[in-house]
DNA sequence: TTGTAAGCGTTATCAC
DNA sequence: GTGATAACGCTTACAA
């Protein structure tokens, strides 16, 4: 770094080959026979003098960065949850690390610098795009729908032929309800991870609603209330539902971390879960077995959506399996403490 | 993106001038003159046309990426505290984006792939380098120190030149247990965040003694066990501290998230907080005031601390404020309900 | 099987 | 003030 850098030159020079057999050797190219002996002398020569092949230098002559971006939606709230960055990332990078590409991350408002990201593209910084919590009203987003860049959402988004990962929402909040039906409970009120305009949460709430139409039981919207992503919100709206007066003696809370909140709000008026109330969770975030209660809520498989979206988007950009690919996982419920049988109920 | 891509040449010829002046304007370059109208041209040209300079290019004649690595270093538990990871990022790309500058970011397991930052740097991929948990046994950060690569960390390493931005994690820690001295605490546990070869954790368990040492009380190692990272290790210490027989009214636990984990062990065993045990925690992560009760704790800046970093990077890549920086930020003691005054006490 | 040479789209050094 | 022109370090037809 110091000295002079190694070019493919020097590397050339030193195997006694000219730059494109040191090209070729360095890059595998398919189709080029190149002597077990010269590969190895180039290969050698590499390693010794320590050669990285400068980056800026391949993606021009190449006009591929190697580079994908990641794309997270920042909203007041922040995408889902913040406990799910870690391990989104942490799949992600290896997804890219093991097809020897980089990542580069951008974060935007829904409001604002909607169109930030476009730049990635355009100044051709990154192949392909993965982009978390996909908005209907990003404008940016029908440019890329377009062009047909590579991309891959995490997440749906309906009436578009984008390419996405997502989990059965619809399916797993139904799973959550039913738990709590065949624990008796009849009355069973439910908060929100987010506003519906979010098709995660508009998913989730029908969800909701398709297990009691099952159980034959009568959806009351006073028992319905919006979460907004974070634990104050939770707090909130279930204080408003306590003090509604509407009873029951279950809740579908369809975020943990709203559901941490709503837990605060029903020790504060001076209940117990699950002995007054049962809850049931969504996420299954690290902090749920913790809670107290531990927390039974919907596992939500983060690191298999990472994953998955990752190579969607890596086998798009190899151009294999071309077309659009969807793919919905399974969840699976996770049971702990915080429910219990219908009993005394509230108020 | 879908035709021929605009270029500098295109956009000159549009402007009537030549591509130097279009460089010349769009990268506003000091100490050349350019006739007002000239430049209006040029601008008018690049935004009619939308052009968007190759990045790839730009790098490669200029030598610099104009991005910045940040790299996090995943130990078997990541980096402090997961929940740290979105308000870190978040800062992080403002500050970047204000700059005008991209981020990639990395994340290293620090047994293997050590190195695998290093190719970030020797493809000339970046700039300047943000490092997140920096540890002692890292032979690629060997290299960035005489290399004299832009470095900032975030936290320190003695004995080496490196600029960084970190907290007092002494003095936080100090604070938080003579929070608890004050109370009338004279028997103090104590569970680490982490191994004591974190520099953060043995200072916080520096601070840990320097308190009971000012108060007049002796320290006590069986008093003390050692967290690491996650609340399942809160768990198992706060269980061998329990069963261990030494008698403590209340614990500095040196991170909230171990202390999730050890209250649940006091709970388990049907003592409770605070009135059995006071808790005081480090970090504030978000749950910590929903926590039953609402955990007393260390606030950790943790978006200061990213801003911070971030800036001191760019402004050593920029050549200002030259040689090497430290930044040590202030904490404050969140006051909630985890702690009482000394009672009954266990055992 | 390997080499030659022409780009890739900028920035930067000089002249004018 | 502005414009040629040479790097920058690599990939990739096309030749040999």
Redesign the interface.
């Known amino acids: ?2 000295g002079k850098r190694v070019t493919s030159q020097d590397v050339a020079e030193r195997a006694g080959v000219s730059r494109t057999t040191v090209s070729f050797v360095l890059n595998n190219v398919a189709g080029v026979q190149i002597s077990e002996a010269t590969r190895k002398r180039v290969l050698e020569a590499a390693e010794e003098m ?1 050669y ?6 391949r ?2 002559a190449s006009r591929r ?1 190697q ?1 994908i971006g ?1 794309v ?1 939606t ?1 909203s007041p709230h ?1 995408i889902a949850s ?2 799910f ?2 391990p989104l ?2 799949e992600l ?1 290896d997804v890219v ?1 093991r097809h020897g590409l ?6 935007i408002e829904p409001q604002h610098q909607k169109e ?1 990201y476009l ?7 990154i192949d392909g795009i993965l982009l978390s919590g996909p908005r209907l009203d990003d404008e940016a987003l029908k ?1 890329l729908e ?2 047909g ?1 590579p991309t891959v959402l995490m997440g749906q988004l309906s009436g578009t032929k984008f390419c996405w990962v997502d989990i059965d929402n619809r399916k797993a909040a139904k799973m959550a309800v039913s738990h709590l039906v065949k624990l008796g409970h009849s009355h069973i009120a439910c908060i929100t991870n987010a506003d519906v305009s979010y098709t995660a949460a508009a998913d989730r709430m029908t969800g909701y609603r398709q297990a009691l139409k099952d159980a034959g039981l009568s959806f009351d919207q006073n028992l319905v209330r919006y979460g907004d992503f ?2 104050d919100s939770g ?1 909130r709206q279930m204080e408003s539902l306590l003090d509604s007066g509407s009873s029951f003696t279950a809740a579908f809370i369809a975020s943990d971390t709203v559901a ?2 709503a ?2 709000a029903i ?1 504060k008026k001076g209940l117990r879960v699950p002995k007054d109330i049962s809850l049931v969770g969504f996420d299954d975030l ?2 749920a ?2 809670m ?1 209660p531990p927390l039974t809520t919907v596992n939500l498989p983060i690191a298999d959506l990472a994953r998955e979206a990752g190579e969607m988007l890596v086998n798009i950009l190899n151009n294999k399996k071309p077309g659009c690919q969807r793919k919905l996982l399974n969840t699976k419920l996770v049971i702990r403490a915080s429910c219990g049988t219908k009993n005394n109920g509230y108020p």
């Open positions: 770094m110091r320590g990285v092949p400068d980056a800026a230098a993606a021009l960065a580079i990641l997270l920042r922040h913040d406990a960055i870690t990332l942490d990078i690390r980089r990542m580069m991350i951008d974060i930030a730049e990635l593209i355009r100044a051709k910084r440019t377009e062009d860049f974070d634990m707090f941490l909140g837990k605060a020790r690290p902090f077995r913790y107290d």
